[in-house]
C-alpha cells in the first residue's frame, strides 16, 4: 500500500512545482512535463499493469480536448501538453474524476482569485502578481488543472 502512496506523493510534488511555474511565468515548463512522464514511466514498469493502453487512450482524449480548446483561446499551448500529461498519469477511473471535477474547480478558482485581489490591499508580490493577472483578465486556467490531478492521483490510491 505504500508505493501508490509514494507515486502519488511524487505527482504531486511534482504538479506543485508546475503550479508555481505557472502562476509566476505564465507557462508550464517542458522539464516539469518530462519528470511527470518519468514518474509515469516508472510507475509503469513496477506495476506492470495489463491495461496500461487505457492510460494511452485517457491521455489522447486529454490531449485532443486540450488541443481544442487551444484553438479555441480558452488556453493556452503548455496547458493543452499539461491535460496530455495529466491523462497519462491517471487512470481512466481517476481521469474520470479529473473530469467531473474540473469544470467545478475552475469556476472556484475563478472567483476565489477574483474576490481575493479586491479584499487583499497587501503589497507581497503574491498579492501583486494575482492583481496584474486578473486585471489582464489572464488567470491560468492550468492552476485548476493541477488541483484537479493532485486530488484525482489522490483518489487513484482508492480506486
Not at 474520470?96 to 469544470?103: F, H, M, S
Amino acid at each position: 500500500m505504500l508505493t501508490p502512496v509514494a507515486f502519488a506523493g511524487l505527482y504531486i510534488l511534482i504538479l506543485a512545482f508546475l503550479a508555481h511555474f505557472l502562476f509566476w511565468y505564465n507557462r508550464v515548463p517542458n522539464r516539469g512535463l518530462s519528470a511527470l512522464l518519468l514518474v509515469w514511466s516508472g510507475q509503469l514498469y513496477w506495476y506492470q499493469p495489463s491495461d496500461w493502453y487505457l492510460d494511452i487512450a485517457t491521455g489522447a482524449c486529454a490531449f485532443a480536448t486540450g488541443v481544442l480548446l487551444w484553438r479555441l483561446n480558452r488556453i493556452s499551448a503548455s496547458e493543452s501538453k499539461l491535460l496530455l500529461v495529466t491523462g497519462l498519469i491517471l487512470s481512466w477511473q481517476a481521469g474520470l474524476v479529473a473530469l467531473i471535477n474540473l469544470p467545478f474547480t475552475i469556476i472556484l478558482l475563478n472567483l476565489y482569485l477574483g474576490m481575493s485581489t479586491q479584499v487583499q490591499q497587501g503589497y507581497h508580490p503574491f498579492w501583486r502578481r494575482l492583481r496584474i493577472l486578473n486585471t489582464r483578465h489572464k488567470l491560468p486556467n492550468g492552476l485548476a488543472i493541477i488541483l484537479t490531478t493532485m486530488i484525482a492521483s489522490i483518489a487513484k490510491i482508492f480506486l
